[in-house]
């Protein structure tokens, strides 16, 4: 059984531009959490989506947006990057069964 | 709303002494409580969890928690810490509230065990 893979591992963007964040959940989970850890701090929720929906959302602006794909996997876009979005940025997937979550390595995200 | 408050920054010790890390929540919700453990560039490992049941749980790596429903507390303890312990600890909830499903997570707390 695969864990959560991320993909990039590490990015660099300059302000204002846009980017997209890639994650492969486990097999079987059909919920996908996005988390922003900036430097020294704790996982921040963005979003989580369950078979495709959004169901929860976190307090950050509408230019973070999300996709789950039928397959399960999800992407993260950011619109308009600021100095502030350079931070690490996890995604976790949901067993059903038991609700616990297991975390991709993350993306390293650099705005200059 | 649900946050999170872990009361420590930084807990230093010495190895093979006991350790607690302190955690305590809020939610207007019942919520599922988590320990997480970071090793420095990686990602987040789950140590335990708490979703019904026994206040006591057990998990990895011979750390346990107690859910204290009545001080809203979850405080995470191990008898005696080795110096791969060292990492970054973190407590976080999760619950059904206005806005959907959300995980909250606490600002941490690093765990410095000395020889």
């Known amino acids: 059984e695969t864990g959560v893979t991320q993909s990039p591992t590490h990015l660099i963007k300059t302000r204002g531009q846009q980017v997209t964040l890639r994650c492969s959940s486990q097999?079987?989970?059909?919920?996908v959490s996005w988390y922003q850890q900036a430097l020294g701090q704790g996982p921040q929720f963005i979003f989580q989506?369950?078979?495709?929906?959004?169901?929860g959302r976190g307090n950050f602006p509408p230019r973070f947006s999300g996709l789950q794909f039928p397959n399960y996997s999800s992407e993260l876009n950011v619109n308009a990057l600021e100095l502030d979005d350079s931070a690490l940025y996890l995604c976790?997937?949901?067993?059903?069964?038991?609700?616990?979550?297991?975390f991709g390595p993350g993306t390293r995200l650099t705005v200059l | 709303a649900q946050s999170v408050t872990q009361l420590d920054s930084q807990v230093p010790v010495f190895e093979e002494a006991p350790v607690e890390l302190r955690c305590n929540y809020s939610?207007?919700?019942?919520?599922?409580l988590f320990w997480y453990v970071q090793y420095p560039n990686q990602g987040l490992q789950l140590l335990l969890k708490?979703?019904?049941?026994?206040?006591l749980v057990k998990g990895i790596n011979g750390f346990e928690a107690e859910f204290n429903k009545s001080q809203t507390s979850f405080h995470l303890r191990k008898p005696s810490v080795h110096i791969s312990d060292t990492a970054e600890y973190f407590c976080?909830?999760?619950?059904?509230?206005?806005?959907?499903?959300?995980?909250?997570f606490g600002a941490g707390t690093r765990l410095f065990v000395k020889a």
């Open positions: 976790a997937s949901t067993n059903p069964r038991d609700n616990e979550q297991f």
């Open positions: 708490y979703l019904s049941g026994s206040t």
């Open positions: 976080a909830v999760s619950g059904f509230n206005t806005g959907g499903f959300k995980t909250i």
């Open positions: 097999s079987g989970h059909n919920t």
């Open positions: 939610s207007s919700v019942s919520v599922y």
């Open positions: 989506y369950y078979r495709e929906e959004e169901n």
